[in-house]
Protein backbone atom coordinates (compact mmCIF):
# COMPACT_ATOMS: atom_id res chain seq x y z
CA UNK A 1 0.00 0.00 0.00
CA UNK A 2 1.52 3.21 -0.86
CA UNK A 3 1.60 6.08 2.33
CA UNK A 4 -0.86 7.85 3.37
CA UNK A 5 -1.06 11.15 1.75
CA UNK A 6 -1.11 12.96 5.15
CA UNK A 7 -0.49 11.00 8.47
CA UNK A 8 -0.11 12.19 12.29
CA UNK A 9 2.23 10.43 13.95
CA UNK A 10 2.46 9.62 18.10
CA UNK A 11 1.31 13.32 18.05
CA UNK A 12 1.33 14.88 21.59
CA UNK A 13 0.16 18.16 22.12
CA UNK A 14 0.54 20.39 25.27
CA UNK A 15 -0.96 23.74 25.47
CA UNK A 16 0.59 26.15 27.43
CA UNK A 17 0.07 26.18 31.23
CA UNK A 18 0.28 21.95 30.94
CA UNK A 19 -3.01 20.66 29.40
CA UNK A 20 -2.13 17.43 27.62
CA UNK A 21 -4.67 17.92 24.11
CA UNK A 22 -3.30 15.27 21.85
CA UNK A 23 -1.93 12.25 23.48
CA UNK A 24 0.65 9.48 21.43
CA UNK A 25 -2.59 10.02 18.44
CA UNK A 26 -1.84 8.63 14.93
CA UNK A 27 -3.80 8.82 12.52
CA UNK A 28 -4.06 8.38 8.66
CA UNK A 29 -5.34 10.47 5.51
CA UNK A 30 -5.72 8.42 2.55
CA UNK A 31 -5.92 9.80 -0.76
CA UNK A 32 -9.55 10.17 -1.83
CA UNK A 33 -11.43 9.42 1.17
CA UNK A 34 -13.76 10.49 3.01
CA UNK A 35 -12.58 10.62 6.71
CA UNK A 36 -14.80 11.72 9.48
CA UNK A 37 -13.05 12.72 12.64
CA UNK A 38 -15.66 11.47 15.35
CA UNK A 39 -15.54 12.62 18.74
CA UNK A 40 -17.76 14.39 21.68
CA UNK A 41 -17.15 17.76 22.44
CA UNK A 42 -13.51 18.58 24.05
CA UNK A 43 -12.11 15.48 22.51
CA UNK A 44 -9.11 17.43 20.53
CA UNK A 45 -10.34 17.21 17.30
CA UNK A 46 -9.91 20.95 16.50
CA UNK A 47 -6.78 20.72 18.27
CA UNK A 48 -6.07 18.45 15.59
CA UNK A 49 -7.07 19.65 12.84
CA UNK A 50 -4.96 22.70 13.59
CA UNK A 51 -1.79 20.33 13.43
CA UNK A 52 -3.48 18.85 9.78
CA UNK A 53 -2.14 22.58 8.38
CA UNK A 54 0.90 23.10 10.34
CA UNK A 55 -1.24 25.99 12.48
CA UNK A 56 0.41 24.31 15.95
CA UNK A 57 3.43 22.44 16.14
CA UNK A 58 3.30 18.96 18.23
CA UNK A 59 5.23 19.11 21.28
CA UNK A 60 6.23 15.28 20.53
CA UNK A 61 5.54 13.10 17.91
CA UNK A 62 5.18 14.73 13.84
CA UNK A 63 3.08 15.37 10.77
CA UNK A 64 4.04 13.62 7.24
CA UNK A 65 3.01 14.71 4.30
CA UNK A 66 3.42 11.89 1.59
CA UNK A 67 5.67 9.88 4.14
CA UNK A 68 8.16 13.11 4.72
CA UNK A 69 8.33 14.76 8.10
CA UNK A 70 6.47 18.48 7.70
CA UNK A 71 9.02 21.00 7.74
CA UNK A 72 7.72 24.04 9.38
CA UNK A 73 9.31 27.11 7.61
CA UNK A 74 7.73 29.83 5.93
CA UNK A 75 8.57 28.26 2.91
CA UNK A 76 7.07 24.72 3.40
CA UNK A 77 4.19 26.21 5.21
CA UNK A 78 2.80 28.12 2.37
CA UNK A 79 3.46 24.43 0.33
CA UNK A 80 1.62 22.39 3.13
CA UNK A 81 -1.21 25.26 3.24
CA UNK A 82 -1.91 25.19 -0.58
CA UNK A 83 -2.15 21.05 -0.45
CA UNK A 84 -4.10 21.10 2.92
CA UNK A 85 -6.86 23.50 3.03
CA UNK A 86 -8.71 23.91 6.24
CA UNK A 87 -12.05 25.32 6.83
CA UNK A 88 -12.89 26.75 10.45
CA UNK A 89 -15.97 25.95 12.39
CA UNK A 90 -16.95 29.56 12.91
CA UNK A 91 -16.86 31.72 9.50
CA UNK A 92 -16.88 34.86 10.93
CA UNK A 93 -13.09 33.68 11.89
CA UNK A 94 -12.13 33.50 8.58
CA UNK A 95 -13.97 36.24 6.15
CA UNK A 96 -12.79 39.38 6.65
CA UNK A 97 -13.12 41.20 2.86
CA UNK A 98 -16.42 43.73 2.49
CA UNK A 99 -17.61 40.92 -0.65
CA UNK A 100 -17.46 37.22 -0.69
CA UNK A 101 -16.30 37.61 -4.22
CA UNK A 102 -13.16 39.50 -2.74
CA UNK A 103 -12.95 37.59 0.18
CA UNK A 104 -12.77 34.21 -2.27
CA UNK A 105 -10.01 35.81 -4.22
CA UNK A 106 -7.84 36.46 -1.08
CA UNK A 107 -6.19 32.64 -1.30
CA UNK A 108 -5.26 32.69 -4.76
CA UNK A 109 -3.63 35.83 -5.14
CA UNK A 110 -1.50 34.63 -1.85
CA UNK A 111 -0.63 31.90 -4.29
CA UNK A 112 0.91 34.20 -6.64
CA UNK A 113 -1.69 33.69 -9.24
CA UNK A 114 -2.46 36.49 -11.85
CA UNK A 115 -5.70 38.34 -11.31
CA UNK A 116 -7.44 36.58 -14.39
CA UNK A 117 -6.46 33.17 -13.11
CA UNK A 118 -7.34 34.32 -9.77
CA UNK A 119 -10.59 35.39 -10.87
CA UNK A 120 -10.95 32.17 -12.71
CA UNK A 121 -10.49 30.37 -9.48
CA UNK A 122 -12.80 32.40 -7.76
CA UNK A 123 -15.97 31.84 -10.05
CA UNK A 124 -14.72 27.95 -9.93
CA UNK A 125 -14.88 28.20 -6.43
CA UNK A 126 -18.52 30.16 -5.96
CA UNK A 127 -20.04 27.62 -8.69
CA UNK A 128 -18.87 24.62 -6.76
CA UNK A 129 -20.19 25.90 -3.34
CA UNK A 130 -23.45 26.69 -5.59
CA UNK A 131 -23.14 30.32 -3.98
CA UNK A 132 -22.19 32.61 -7.64
CA UNK A 133 -25.30 35.10 -7.13
CA UNK A 134 -23.55 35.90 -3.48
CA UNK A 135 -20.00 37.24 -5.38
CA UNK A 136 -21.10 40.90 -4.66
CA UNK A 137 -22.59 40.64 -1.53
CA UNK A 138 -21.21 42.00 1.19
CA UNK A 139 -20.15 39.61 3.62
CA UNK A 140 -21.79 40.84 7.21
CA UNK A 141 -25.13 40.51 5.50
CA UNK A 142 -25.39 37.02 4.88
CA UNK A 143 -26.93 33.79 6.63
CA UNK A 144 -24.85 31.48 8.47
CA UNK A 145 -25.20 28.78 5.99
CA UNK A 146 -24.12 31.70 3.50
CA UNK A 147 -21.24 31.95 5.52
CA UNK A 148 -20.16 28.57 5.89
CA UNK A 149 -20.65 28.41 2.05
CA UNK A 150 -18.67 31.27 1.81
CA UNK A 151 -15.57 30.64 3.93
CA UNK A 152 -15.32 27.29 2.36
CA UNK A 153 -15.40 28.82 -1.15
CA UNK A 154 -12.39 30.80 -0.14
CA UNK A 155 -10.14 27.50 1.36
CA UNK A 156 -11.47 25.62 -2.14
CA UNK A 157 -10.31 28.35 -4.57
CA UNK A 158 -6.84 26.79 -3.64
CA UNK A 159 -7.48 23.82 -5.13
CA UNK A 160 -6.40 21.90 -1.54
CA UNK A 161 -5.86 18.16 -2.37
CA UNK A 162 -7.12 18.02 1.22
CA UNK A 163 -10.12 20.22 2.14
CA UNK A 164 -9.89 19.21 6.58
CA UNK A 165 -13.28 20.94 7.51
CA UNK A 166 -13.96 21.41 11.44
CA UNK A 167 -17.41 20.69 12.12
CA UNK A 168 -18.67 21.42 8.60
CA UNK A 169 -22.73 20.75 9.34
CA UNK A 170 -23.05 22.54 13.06
CA UNK A 171 -25.56 25.02 12.84
CA UNK A 172 -27.01 24.52 9.66
CA UNK A 173 -30.46 23.50 9.19
CA UNK A 174 -31.34 20.12 7.27
CA UNK A 175 -31.54 21.80 3.83
CA UNK A 176 -28.36 23.57 4.25
CA UNK A 177 -26.70 20.58 5.32
CA UNK A 178 -28.07 18.76 2.38
CA UNK A 179 -26.91 21.51 0.10
CA UNK A 180 -23.40 21.74 2.02
CA UNK A 181 -23.17 18.03 1.20
CA UNK A 182 -24.27 18.04 -2.11
CA UNK A 183 -21.03 20.00 -3.30
CA UNK A 184 -19.02 18.16 -0.91
CA UNK A 185 -19.47 15.29 -2.18
CA UNK A 186 -18.93 16.77 -6.05
CA UNK A 187 -16.25 17.94 -4.81
CA UNK A 188 -14.50 14.34 -3.55
CA UNK A 189 -15.97 13.19 -6.84
CA UNK A 190 -13.64 15.63 -8.64
CA UNK A 191 -11.02 13.77 -6.60
CA UNK A 192 -10.54 16.03 -3.33
CA UNK A 193 -9.88 14.31 -0.50
CA UNK A 194 -12.06 15.37 2.91
CA UNK A 195 -11.46 15.20 6.12
CA UNK A 196 -14.08 16.55 8.45
CA UNK A 197 -14.74 16.89 12.30
CA UNK A 198 -17.73 15.90 13.77
CA UNK A 199 -20.06 14.63 16.71
CA UNK A 200 -22.67 13.39 14.93
CA UNK A 201 -22.54 9.58 14.28
CA UNK A 202 -25.77 9.74 11.68
CA UNK A 203 -23.71 12.32 9.57
CA UNK A 204 -20.41 9.89 9.54
CA UNK A 205 -22.62 6.72 9.23
CA UNK A 206 -24.31 8.26 6.17
CA UNK A 207 -21.27 9.97 4.58
CA UNK A 208 -17.70 8.40 5.62
CA UNK A 209 -15.63 6.45 3.92
CA UNK A 210 -13.77 6.14 7.02
CA UNK A 211 -14.18 6.90 10.31
CA UNK A 212 -11.46 7.64 13.30
CA UNK A 213 -13.48 7.50 17.12
CA UNK A 214 -11.81 10.23 18.78
CA UNK A 215 -11.60 10.45 23.02
CA UNK A 216 -9.20 12.18 25.40
CA UNK A 217 -6.90 13.21 22.88
CA UNK A 218 -6.61 10.07 20.93
CA UNK A 219 -8.01 7.99 18.10
CA UNK A 220 -9.33 4.43 19.49
CA UNK A 221 -9.99 3.34 15.91
CA UNK A 222 -9.56 4.31 12.84
CA UNK A 223 -10.80 2.35 10.01
CA UNK A 224 -14.27 1.56 7.48
CA UNK A 225 -16.76 3.28 8.60
CA UNK A 226 -19.61 0.75 8.95
CA UNK A 227 -17.05 -1.57 11.15
CA UNK A 228 -16.04 0.87 13.14
CA UNK A 229 -19.53 2.16 13.96
CA UNK A 230 -20.75 -1.18 14.75
CA UNK A 231 -18.06 -1.64 17.49
CA UNK A 232 -20.24 -0.54 20.40
CA UNK A 233 -17.67 -0.91 23.02
CA UNK A 234 -15.52 2.26 21.25
CA UNK A 235 -18.17 4.44 20.94
CA UNK A 236 -19.09 3.87 24.37
CA UNK A 237 -15.66 4.99 25.70
CA UNK A 238 -15.68 7.95 23.41
CA UNK A 239 -19.21 8.94 24.88
CA UNK A 240 -21.10 8.69 21.71
CA UNK A 241 -24.15 6.02 20.66
CA UNK A 242 -24.10 3.57 17.84
CA UNK A 243 -25.97 5.53 14.49
CA UNK A 244 -29.74 5.13 14.74
CA UNK A 245 -29.74 3.98 10.86
CA UNK A 246 -27.24 1.24 11.44
CA UNK A 247 -29.14 -0.04 15.23
CA UNK A 248 -32.56 -0.54 13.11
CA UNK A 249 -30.62 -2.29 10.52
CA UNK A 250 -29.38 -4.75 12.87
CA UNK A 251 -32.59 -5.14 14.96
CA UNK A 252 -34.64 -6.04 11.68
CA UNK A 253 -31.86 -8.35 10.73
CA UNK A 254 -31.72 -10.33 13.78
CA UNK A 255 -28.92 -12.31 13.45
CA UNK A 256 -29.67 -13.54 9.95
CA UNK A 257 -26.07 -11.60 8.62
CA UNK A 258 -28.37 -10.81 5.72
CA UNK A 259 -26.30 -7.38 4.80
CA UNK A 260 -23.16 -8.74 5.93
CA UNK A 261 -20.57 -5.92 5.03
CA UNK A 262 -22.94 -3.42 3.47
CA UNK A 263 -25.57 -2.63 6.15
CA UNK A 264 -28.29 0.27 4.81
CA UNK A 265 -26.94 4.04 5.26
CA UNK A 266 -29.51 5.50 4.45
CA UNK A 267 -33.05 6.16 5.41
CA UNK A 268 -34.25 5.67 1.93
CA UNK A 269 -32.16 1.88 1.96
CA UNK A 270 -33.52 1.39 5.31
CA UNK A 271 -37.29 2.00 4.54
CA UNK A 272 -36.68 -0.08 1.75
CA UNK A 273 -35.19 -3.16 3.55
CA UNK A 274 -37.68 -2.42 6.26
CA UNK A 275 -40.91 -2.80 3.25
CA UNK A 276 -38.57 -6.31 1.91
CA UNK A 277 -38.51 -7.28 5.23
CA UNK A 278 -42.73 -6.67 6.44
CA UNK A 279 -43.67 -8.45 2.48
CA UNK A 280 -41.02 -11.43 2.90
CA UNK B 1 -24.90 53.09 10.67
CA UNK B 2 -26.81 49.68 9.45
CA UNK B 3 -28.83 51.96 7.60
CA UNK B 4 -26.08 53.78 5.77
CA UNK B 5 -24.33 50.74 5.17
CA UNK B 6 -27.58 48.76 3.84
CA UNK B 7 -28.06 51.85 1.16
CA UNK B 8 -24.24 52.37 0.22
CA UNK B 9 -24.44 48.58 -1.06
CA UNK B 10 -27.81 48.86 -2.76
CA UNK B 11 -28.91 51.89 -4.28
CA UNK B 12 -29.22 53.19 -7.63
CA UNK B 13 -25.37 53.97 -8.28
CA UNK B 14 -24.10 51.20 -6.49
CA UNK B 15 -22.57 49.99 -9.62
CA UNK B 16 -20.97 53.37 -10.81
CA UNK B 17 -16.96 54.45 -10.70
CA UNK B 18 -16.58 55.90 -7.38
CA UNK B 19 -14.33 58.50 -8.59
CA UNK B 20 -18.11 59.97 -10.48
CA UNK B 21 -19.18 60.45 -6.84
CA UNK B 22 -16.06 60.90 -5.19
CA UNK B 23 -15.02 64.02 -7.95
CA UNK B 24 -18.35 66.04 -7.83
CA UNK B 25 -19.11 65.62 -4.02
CA UNK B 26 -15.75 67.25 -3.14
CA UNK B 27 -16.36 69.96 -5.50
CA UNK B 28 -19.78 70.59 -4.80
CA UNK B 29 -17.71 70.43 -1.13
CA UNK B 30 -14.99 72.85 -1.71
CA UNK B 31 -17.08 75.70 -3.59
CA UNK B 32 -19.42 75.26 -0.20
CA UNK B 33 -16.01 76.35 1.68
CA UNK B 34 -15.40 79.15 -0.30
CA UNK B 35 -19.10 80.78 -2.14
CA UNK B 36 -20.65 82.96 0.30
CA UNK B 37 -22.63 80.32 2.13
CA UNK B 38 -26.24 82.29 2.57
CA UNK B 39 -27.40 81.42 -1.09
CA UNK B 40 -24.64 78.32 -2.48
CA UNK B 41 -25.56 76.33 1.10
CA UNK B 42 -28.99 76.15 0.77
CA UNK B 43 -28.19 75.37 -3.09
CA UNK B 44 -25.45 72.78 -2.48
CA UNK B 45 -28.16 71.18 0.53
CA UNK B 46 -30.67 71.18 -2.37
CA UNK B 47 -28.57 69.37 -4.53
CA UNK B 48 -27.29 66.68 -2.62
CA UNK B 49 -31.05 65.78 -1.11
CA UNK B 50 -32.28 65.44 -4.76
CA UNK B 51 -29.40 63.54 -6.30
CA UNK B 52 -29.86 61.09 -2.98
CA UNK B 53 -33.54 60.65 -2.96
CA UNK B 54 -34.19 60.91 -6.77
CA UNK B 55 -31.17 59.75 -8.42
CA UNK B 56 -29.93 57.30 -6.14
CA UNK B 57 -33.03 56.51 -4.74
CA UNK B 58 -32.15 56.29 -1.22
CA UNK B 59 -36.05 57.23 1.12
CA UNK B 60 -35.33 61.28 2.19
CA UNK B 61 -35.97 59.72 5.64
CA UNK B 62 -32.95 57.71 5.40
CA UNK B 63 -31.34 60.33 4.16
CA UNK B 64 -32.25 62.71 6.62
CA UNK B 65 -31.62 60.72 9.93
CA UNK B 66 -27.99 60.56 8.75
CA UNK B 67 -27.82 64.68 8.67
CA UNK B 68 -30.09 64.73 11.62
CA UNK B 69 -27.26 63.75 14.43
CA UNK B 70 -24.56 66.55 13.13
CA UNK B 71 -27.03 69.16 12.33
CA UNK B 72 -28.10 68.63 16.29
CA UNK B 73 -24.48 69.24 17.05
CA UNK B 74 -24.89 72.17 14.69
CA UNK B 75 -28.03 73.40 16.63
CA UNK B 76 -26.60 73.35 19.83
CA UNK B 77 -23.73 75.31 18.86
CA UNK B 78 -24.92 77.87 17.07
CA UNK B 79 -26.47 80.40 19.89
CA UNK B 80 -23.11 80.54 20.68
CA UNK B 81 -21.60 82.08 17.90
CA UNK B 82 -24.53 84.66 17.86
CA UNK B 83 -23.84 86.13 21.73
CA UNK B 84 -21.28 87.96 22.20
CA UNK B 85 -19.40 89.02 25.46
CA UNK B 86 -18.59 92.62 25.93
CA UNK B 87 -15.90 93.52 28.77
CA UNK B 88 -15.69 97.44 28.00
CA UNK B 89 -18.15 98.71 30.25
CA UNK B 90 -18.05 96.06 33.18
CA UNK B 91 -19.71 92.94 31.69
CA UNK B 92 -22.87 92.44 29.43
CA UNK B 93 -24.12 89.42 26.89
CA UNK B 94 -25.58 90.71 23.96
CA UNK B 95 -26.74 89.25 20.52
CA UNK B 96 -25.58 91.52 17.06
CA UNK B 97 -27.10 90.92 14.05
CA UNK B 98 -23.50 90.37 13.19
CA UNK B 99 -23.22 87.69 15.41
CA UNK B 100 -26.32 86.23 14.11
CA UNK B 101 -25.59 86.10 10.71
CA UNK B 102 -22.50 84.74 11.17
CA UNK B 103 -24.04 82.01 13.44
CA UNK B 104 -26.73 81.28 10.71
CA UNK B 105 -23.69 81.17 7.70
CA UNK B 106 -21.94 78.70 9.90
CA UNK B 107 -24.51 76.74 10.68
CA UNK B 108 -25.53 76.37 6.51
CA UNK B 109 -22.55 76.32 5.39
CA UNK B 110 -21.31 73.37 8.02
CA UNK B 111 -25.02 71.37 6.98
CA UNK B 112 -24.14 71.82 3.54
CA UNK B 113 -20.39 70.42 3.64
CA UNK B 114 -22.47 67.24 5.95
CA UNK B 115 -24.78 66.75 3.16
CA UNK B 116 -22.12 66.53 0.47
CA UNK B 117 -20.19 63.90 2.56
CA UNK B 118 -23.40 62.17 3.13
CA UNK B 119 -24.08 61.72 -0.28
CA UNK B 120 -20.88 59.92 -0.17
CA UNK B 121 -21.21 57.52 2.37
CA UNK B 122 -24.57 56.96 1.23
CA UNK B 123 -23.92 55.83 -2.07
CA UNK B 124 -20.42 54.49 -2.31
CA UNK B 125 -19.78 51.17 -0.37
CA UNK B 126 -16.34 50.61 1.56
CA UNK B 127 -15.28 47.47 -0.96
CA UNK B 128 -15.49 50.22 -3.79
CA UNK B 129 -13.75 53.46 -1.77
CA UNK B 130 -10.17 50.25 -1.30
CA UNK B 131 -9.52 50.28 -5.34
CA UNK B 132 -9.64 54.20 -5.07
CA UNK B 133 -7.55 54.70 -1.88
CA UNK B 134 -5.30 52.50 -3.24
CA UNK B 135 -4.29 53.94 -6.39
CA UNK B 136 -3.93 57.73 -4.97
CA UNK B 137 -1.05 55.90 -2.53
CA UNK B 138 -2.66 55.22 1.22
CA UNK B 139 -0.18 52.74 2.58
CA UNK B 140 -1.30 49.44 2.63
CA UNK B 141 -1.27 48.89 6.28
CA UNK B 142 -3.95 51.63 6.89
CA UNK B 143 -5.99 49.98 3.98
CA UNK B 144 -5.99 46.82 5.89
CA UNK B 145 -6.56 48.38 9.18
CA UNK B 146 -9.86 49.78 7.43
CA UNK B 147 -10.95 46.77 5.80
CA UNK B 148 -10.61 44.84 8.96
CA UNK B 149 -12.28 47.31 11.07
CA UNK B 150 -14.79 47.42 8.77
CA UNK B 151 -15.92 44.29 9.07
CA UNK B 152 -14.96 43.53 12.76
CA UNK B 153 -17.53 46.25 13.16
CA UNK B 154 -20.36 44.09 12.51
CA UNK B 155 -19.03 40.94 14.24
CA UNK B 156 -19.09 42.92 17.15
CA UNK B 157 -22.29 44.91 16.70
CA UNK B 158 -23.56 41.65 16.50
CA UNK B 159 -22.48 40.28 19.46
CA UNK B 160 -22.78 43.54 21.52
CA UNK B 161 -26.58 43.24 20.52
CA UNK B 162 -27.03 39.44 22.11
CA UNK B 163 -25.04 39.74 24.89
CA UNK B 164 -27.45 42.60 25.69
CA UNK B 165 -30.35 41.00 24.85
CA UNK B 166 -29.06 37.73 27.09
CA UNK B 167 -28.09 40.33 30.19
CA UNK B 168 -31.65 41.81 29.92
CA UNK B 169 -33.17 38.39 29.68
CA UNK B 170 -31.59 37.70 32.99
CA UNK B 171 -32.93 41.46 34.11
CA UNK B 172 -29.33 42.76 33.82
CA UNK B 173 -30.69 46.07 33.09
CA UNK B 174 -33.46 46.29 35.79
CA UNK B 175 -32.27 49.14 37.93
CA UNK B 176 -29.61 51.78 37.05
CA UNK B 177 -26.79 50.44 38.84
CA UNK B 178 -27.94 47.35 37.72
CA UNK B 179 -27.32 48.57 34.02
CA UNK B 180 -24.35 50.30 34.79
CA UNK B 181 -22.72 46.98 35.99
CA UNK B 182 -23.96 44.70 33.00
CA UNK B 183 -22.82 47.55 30.78
CA UNK B 184 -19.41 47.15 32.41
CA UNK B 185 -19.39 43.16 32.37
CA UNK B 186 -19.88 43.10 28.75
CA UNK B 187 -17.66 45.48 28.00
CA UNK B 188 -14.84 43.54 29.08
CA UNK B 189 -16.42 40.50 28.10
CA UNK B 190 -16.32 41.59 24.48
CA UNK B 191 -12.84 43.28 24.93
CA UNK B 192 -11.70 39.65 25.53
CA UNK B 193 -13.68 38.33 22.80
CA UNK B 194 -12.31 40.81 20.21
CA UNK B 195 -8.69 39.51 21.42
CA UNK B 196 -9.60 35.92 21.04
CA UNK B 197 -11.39 36.73 17.54
CA UNK B 198 -8.03 38.53 16.03
CA UNK B 199 -5.81 34.99 17.30
CA UNK B 200 -8.49 33.02 15.72
CA UNK B 201 -9.12 35.31 12.16
CA UNK B 202 -4.92 35.07 11.88
CA UNK B 203 -5.20 31.23 12.08
CA UNK B 204 -8.10 31.77 9.22
CA UNK B 205 -6.20 33.47 7.05
CA UNK B 206 -2.71 31.76 7.47
CA UNK B 207 -4.92 28.53 6.62
CA UNK B 208 -5.07 30.76 3.31
CA UNK B 209 -1.44 31.42 2.64
CA UNK B 210 -1.50 34.69 4.44
CA UNK B 211 1.45 36.59 4.91
CA UNK B 212 1.52 39.86 6.05
CA UNK B 213 -0.61 40.94 3.01
CA UNK B 214 -4.78 40.65 2.63
CA UNK B 215 -4.79 41.56 -0.85
CA UNK B 216 -8.20 41.23 -2.73
CA UNK B 217 -9.50 41.18 -6.22
CA UNK B 218 -11.42 44.40 -6.28
CA UNK B 219 -14.57 44.82 -9.33
CA UNK B 220 -13.49 47.22 -11.56
CA UNK B 221 -16.01 49.70 -12.45
CA UNK B 222 -16.15 51.62 -16.19
CA UNK B 223 -15.75 55.12 -16.00
CA UNK B 224 -18.59 56.92 -17.51
CA UNK B 225 -17.05 60.17 -19.04
CA UNK B 226 -20.29 61.79 -19.85
CA UNK B 227 -21.69 61.07 -16.57
CA UNK B 228 -18.72 62.24 -14.53
CA UNK B 229 -19.06 65.50 -17.65
CA UNK B 230 -22.90 66.15 -16.58
CA UNK B 231 -22.05 65.55 -12.72
CA UNK B 232 -19.75 68.33 -12.61
CA UNK B 233 -21.37 70.76 -14.93
CA UNK B 234 -24.29 70.56 -12.11
CA UNK B 235 -21.82 71.34 -9.40
CA UNK B 236 -20.26 74.37 -11.63
CA UNK B 237 -24.13 75.68 -12.13
CA UNK B 238 -24.62 75.06 -8.35
CA UNK B 239 -21.40 77.52 -7.86
CA UNK B 240 -22.64 79.64 -10.34
CA UNK B 241 -25.80 79.93 -9.35
CA UNK B 242 -24.88 80.47 -5.49
CA UNK B 243 -21.96 83.41 -6.52
CA UNK B 244 -24.28 85.24 -8.83
CA UNK B 245 -27.12 85.66 -6.19
CA UNK B 246 -24.84 86.28 -3.39
CA UNK B 247 -23.53 89.35 -5.54
CA UNK B 248 -27.48 90.54 -6.69
CA UNK B 249 -28.05 90.24 -2.49
CA UNK B 250 -26.54 93.04 -0.22
Known amino acids: MSAPLLAACELEHRYPGGVVALRD??????????????????????????????????????????NHPARYDRR???????????????PDDQLFAATVGQDVSFGPLNLGLSKTDAEARVREALEALRIVPLAERPTHTLSFG????????????????????????????????????????????????????????????????????????????????????????VLRRARLRPPLLLELAQALDAGQGGFGESPPRSREALLALLRERLQG | MRAIDHYAWTNRWRDRHPAEKLLPALALLLLTLILPPLTTGPLVLAGTTLTVVYGAGIPWKTLLSVLAAPAAFLLAGAPFLAISLDFSQGFSLHISS??????????????AAISCLAFLTLTTPLADWIPLLRRVGVPAGLIELILLIYRLIFVFAERALTGRRAQTARLGYSRFDRGVRSV?????????????????????????????ELRVLTPERPLSWPRLTVALAGVMLIGLAGGLLARGSP
Not at chain 1, 42 to 56: I, M
Open chain 2, 184 to 212: GLLAGNLFQRALEQARRLEIGLAARGYTG
Open chain 1, 76 to 90: ALNDWRRRVGLVLQE
Open chain 1, 146 to 233: QKKRAAIAGVLAMRPEILVLDEPTAGLDPHGVTHLLGALQQLHEAGTTLVFSTHDVELAYAWADEVAVFHDGAVLRQGEAVAVLADRE
Open chain 1, 25 to 66: LSLNIERGRKLAILGANGSGKTTLLLHLNGTLRPTRGEIRLE
Open chain 2, 98 to 111: EGMWLALATTIRAL
